[in-house]
């Protein structure tokens, strides 16, 4: 990285916070995104500034954040993820962000996207005040992600994803969450510099002393219990494995589909122990230890190249059973961190080959590339890269037309 005091996308001195940076995420994916990207920046001497909203999208609450340098805007409550009501709640929000642009003017924009209405107000402010640099990054794809096919069709969600499709062409800088959103977007990225930025995590402190059984699969599920886990997938998988091992079956989380699970896991033949939401560290570290593999399983209908849910566990050092395809895929395959059960895949045979030995190499292999790939240090040398390749030259390419 370089230097505090040197703007990182122009390569000038900025002096003492001379450089105005507003973040704006209407969902407040604050630990998992925003705080490595508020870091990043402040470190480069930039004055950040967040806007998110005071609604929380998953517990479907308000609430207060107290950080200073947070500004929260009020926008409508709303109880279901698939409906009108969240998009008008999107909407005004953004309308609302575009005038804390107004307000601030800042000299960088950075937002993540959905909603992908926000796409349309920066445009806008780029449009009035064009020096603005402004960055878009892709975190989820809507109407792509959603798990009912018939709806992405329909004309409001086509047109919801028109907004965003039409207007990232008039970021400086689009970075994607995954290489597959990426590939997605390519038609409608081919004017605008794009890169791929995983999600980060910070290391933790625990004390990790696999108890793995020799006679037994162990099994894990981290996360929310929702409609877009293939939940008979997961029960295909511990019948799979049954025919060789006794399967037990940790849950660590909660959701609307968490007897269904339990249902499903039980009647393929698995002891389930639920856990419930765990938020220690350790306490997890402690169950993950018994455990061989973590459940990596979605639905083929939705559009997912990393989860959240993968980084968990290699956070925790815990290889993956794996059915998301793109990156997920293509990085179980190249530092073989676990299993893929992609359409031609005989799980019975990988697992049960498996020795005590391997499994304790697969888990080292799951920290080493922890490490390179989702850490705050890969993170931030990731942004300072993409950024120096990409912004850098673009302030020389400005420059050099000014003064010509």
Same mark, same amino acid.
């Given at each position: ?118 796409t ?50 008039y ?7 995954c290489?597959l ?16 930025l ?6 933790? *402190? $625990? ?14 599920? @981290?996360?929310? #219990? &929702? %409609? /877009? ?30 007897q269904?699970?339990?249902?499903a ?20 570290q ?14 083929? *209908? $939705? ?6 849910k993968s ?6 050092? @815990?290889?993956? #059973? &794996? %059915? /998301? ?7 179980v ?70 003064n010509?």
């Amino acid at each position: 990285m370089s230097a505090a005091g040197v703007c990182i996308i122009c390569g000038e001195d900025s002096g003492d916070y001379g450089m105005k940076l507003l973040v704006i995420d209407c969902f407040n994916n604050y630990d998992i995104r925003i705080k490595p990207i508020l870091d990043f920046f402040e470190y480069h001497n930039y004055e950040c500034t967040y806007v998110t909203s005071d609604f929380d999208h998953r517990e479907k609450k308000r609430y207060q954040c107290l950080d200073e340098k947070t500004i929260q805007i009020k926008v409508p409550k709303y109880s279901k993820n698939i409906s009108f009501k969240r998009i008008i709640s999107h909407i005004i929000f953004s309308y609302r962000a575009y005038k804390k642009m107004l307000d601030l003017k800042p000299d960088c924009i950075y937002t993540i996207v959905p909603p992908n209405s926000i796409t349309w107000f920066a445009k806008r402010y780029k449009m009035k005040y064009k020096n603005t640099k402004l960055i878009f990054d892709i975190y989820d794809l809507w109407p792509e992600t959603m798990p009912i096919k018939k709806l992405k069709k329909s004309l409001p969600f086509y047109l919801w994803g028109a907004i965003r499709n039409k207007n990232i062409k008039y970021a400086d800088l689009v970075i994607t969450e995954c290489n597959l959103f990426k590939d997605i977007l390519k038609n409608y990225l081919k004017e605008t510099k794009a890169e791929t930025l995983y999600l980060a995590k910070r290391e933790i *402190n $625990v004390v990790s002393k696999p108890k793995l059984s020799e006679y037994e699969i162990h099994l894990a599920y @981290l996360g929310s #219990i &929702n %409609n /877009i886990i293939d939940i008979p997938k997961i029960k295909e998988i511990i019948e799979t494995i049954k025919k060789v091992k006794s399967v037990t079956l940790h849950i660590v989380g909660d959701g609307e589909s968490r007897q269904e699970l339990i249902d499903a896991a039980q009647a393929g033949g698995a002891t389930v122990e639920y856990h419930g939401k765990i938020y220690d560290s350790q306490e997890k570290q402690d169950i993950f230890d018994k455990c061989h593999f973590g459940l990596n399983i979605m639905k083929d *209908n $939705v559009c997912v190249g990393l989860t959240m849910k993968s980084i968990d566990y290699f956070q925790h050092g @815990l290889p993956i #059973i &794996n %059915n /998301i395809p793109a990156d997920t895929a293509e990085i179980v395959e190249k530092y073989g961190v676990g299993v893929n059960i992609l359409e031609d895949d005989d799980i019975k045979l990988k697992i049960n080959s498996l020795t005590l030995e391997e499994n304790t190499i697969l888990k080292s292999r799951v920290i080493n590339l922890f490490k390179e790939k989702f850490s705050i240090d890969a993170f931030f040398e990731n942004m300072g890269n993409i950024l120096q390749n990409h912004l850098s030259m673009m302030a020389e390419e400005d420059a050099n037309e000014f003064n010509n």
